[in-house]
C-alpha cells in the first residue's frame, strides 16, 4: 500500500532511539524527508547516518522539547530545510520513569511533565499556526496504557499521569484542530523491548510482564510503527481524537 510520504516532511521528537529511531527508519523508507528533534546529538546524527545510507532524506536538529524556544527553532529549521512540515510525532520522553510516591522526588514529577506533557503542547504550539494555514496536518502523539490504567512495577505516578496528560491533549487538540483538516490521536503501547524499558526492569517483573499479555511477549518498536504510518496517511483521514492502544492483549486480561 503506498501511504502517500514521498511528498511529505516528518518532525519526530526524541527520533534517535528506540521506538522514535523506528519511526524515523520507517518514515524515511516510506519516502518521507525526516526532522529528528533530539535532545542527544550523537543520536540523532547516527539515525540521520543511517537513513541517509539507504538513500532517505533526514535532517537533525538539537532540540529540548522541554524548551520553548528550542522547539520553535526546531520547526523553523525543518522548514527552511525542507519548505513544509506535514507530520508530527511527538515521541520524546523523561528518562526519570520509576518511583513509588515515597521515593518520587517534585523534580522527577516535573520533568515528566515538562519534557512529556509540556514538549508536546510546545510542539503542537509550534506547527498548529502552519498546519492550520495549509489546512493540513496529521499529528500522533506517544500515550501509554499507564495513562489509562496506572503503572505496577516499577511504579511512577509522574510517569503515568503525564501519559494522561497526553490523552486529555490529543482529544482537546483534536476538537481544537480539526476544522482546519488536521488529524491528531495518539498511540498507547503496553510493554515494549526498548533498553529504557528493559533497563528499569530484573527478570522477574519483565517475566510477570509477559505473563500478563495475551499474546505471551514483549512488543518492539517494529509493532508500534505500522499504526503510526496509517494514522500520519491519507488512508487515516476520518479518525481523530482517538487513542489506539497496541499491548499484545494486557488490557483484556
Ligand atoms: N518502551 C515502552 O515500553 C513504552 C510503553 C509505552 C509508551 N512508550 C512511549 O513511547 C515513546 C518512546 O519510548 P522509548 O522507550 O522508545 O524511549 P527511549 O528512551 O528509547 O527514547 C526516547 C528518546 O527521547 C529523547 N529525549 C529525551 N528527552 C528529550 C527532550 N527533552 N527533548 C528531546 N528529546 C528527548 C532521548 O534522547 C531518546 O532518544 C515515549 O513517549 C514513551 O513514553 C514506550
Redesign the pocket.
Known amino acids: 500500500m503506498d501511504l502517500g510520504f514521498s511528498d511529505k516532511v516528518v518532525f519526530i ?9 523506528a519511526f524515523a527508519l520507517n518514515f524515511a523508507a516510506e519516502g518521507a524527508a525526516v526532522a529528528i ?4 546529538a550523537q ?1 540523532a546524527a547516527a539515525t540521520v547516518g543511517d537513513i541517509k545510507e539507504q538513500g532517505g532524506k533526514a535532517v537533525a536538529l538539537p ?4 524548551d520553548r524556544e528550542q522547539v520553535q527553532a526546531a520547526v523553523s529549521q525543518t522548514l527552511a530545510e525542507y519548505g513544509q512540515l506535514d507530520i508530527l510525532i511527538n ?5 526519570n520513569l520509576t518511583g513509588s510516591l515515597e521515593e518520587l522526588e517534585d523534580l522527577d514529577w516535573d520533568h515528566n511533565f515538562d ?2 506533557v509540556k ?1 508536546s503542547f510546545y510542539c503542537f504550539r509550534a506547527v498548529a499556526p502552519y498546519m492550520k494555514e495549509r489546512r493540513y496536518g496529521k499529528v500522533v502523539s ?5 495513562g489509562r490504567r496506572g503503572s505496577a512495577e516499577p511504579t511512577s505516578a509522574a ?1 503515568s499521569a503525564s ?1 494522561a496528560g497526553i490523552i486529555g491533549l490529543t482529544a482537546t487538540m483534536a476538537r481544537e484542530l480539526g476544522p482546519y483538516n488536521i488529524n491528531v490521536n495518539a498511540i ?10 528493559r533497563d528499569a526492569r530484573n527478570e522477574a517483573q519483565i517475566d510477570r510482564t509477559i505473563q500478563g499479555t495475551a499474546l505471551k511477549r514483549l ?1 518492539e ?1 517494529e509493532d508500534i510503527v505500522g499504526m503510526a504510518l496509517m494514522l500520519a496517511s491519507d488512508h487515516a483521514s476520518f479518525i481523530t481524537g482517538q487513542v489506539v492502544t497496541i499491548d499484545g492483549g494486557m488490557l483484556c486480561m
Open positions: 521528537t526524541g527520533g534517535g532511539h528506540g521506538i522514535g529511531r528533534a533530539e535532545l542527544d543520536r532540540c529540548d522539547v522541554s515521541n520524546a520522553v523523561s528518562p519534557v512529556n514538549g506517544m500515550a501509554s496504557i499507564v510517569y501519559k498507547a503501547p503496553g510493554s515494549i523491548n526498548t533498553p529504557r524499558w512488543g518498536a
